[in-house]
């Protein structure tokens, strides 16, 4: 994601925004064709945000439960999603199930991926009390049921605004971002994605150890 993420800015810094939409085309389903520095960003920001739950903690979340049949299971249904997932003529009448699925995985991660970066934030001196506050306030402003509480605590805890033209806002701050936006949100990613391997993973496994029930495979 890193990698993908930089590409992007390294692009805008040059001045290149064809080469930044088409970078971006590459992490996001939006239509990025006539995109404008700063929602491009926002984009960007946005899938850091949908990443962290979809690469890291998802996976992480059902291997604490299922071990790798259920890390394997979400990567899935999560690729299934995204490759016809989406609601158009062409594929809402074979991706809906994928959709749902992933909807239904993604509800217990999306919100506990959005608690632990709050407590990322509060680590790495970020504004803790903002990204909970914009979470609480904006994680239902998606359509997706899920994607919000993720992207909203980044939101908060950057103090920036998040837009997608047309469809929602996110945040109370500034829609201008810099490279410094993208590098902190990436380190708030790794972050949460070591506290949630701590506060959420390991726990689990070792509870369901003791029970005699985790799957060791």
Sequence with gaps: MQKHA???VDAVEKGDLDS???H?????KRDTKHLDKNHILSAVLESVSENTVDGVTGPLFYYAIFGLPGAFVYRAINTIDSMVGYKTTLFKNVGWFGAKCDTVLNYLPSRLTALVMILGALI???????????MKRDSRKLESPNAGFPMAALAGALGTRLEKMNYYTIGNGSIEFT???IISAVTLMKVSSILFCGIITIPIIVS??????WIHA
């Design 24 to 28: 971006l085309s590459m992490i996001v």
């Design 208 to 213: 369901l150890s003791f029970l005699g029930w």
């Design 124 to 134: 790495l001196g970020y504004n803790w009390r903002e990204s909970l506050y914009i």
């Design 20 to 22: 930044a939409r088409n």
């Design 6 to 8: 930089l590409a992007v």
């Design 179 to 181: 490279k410094s936006h």
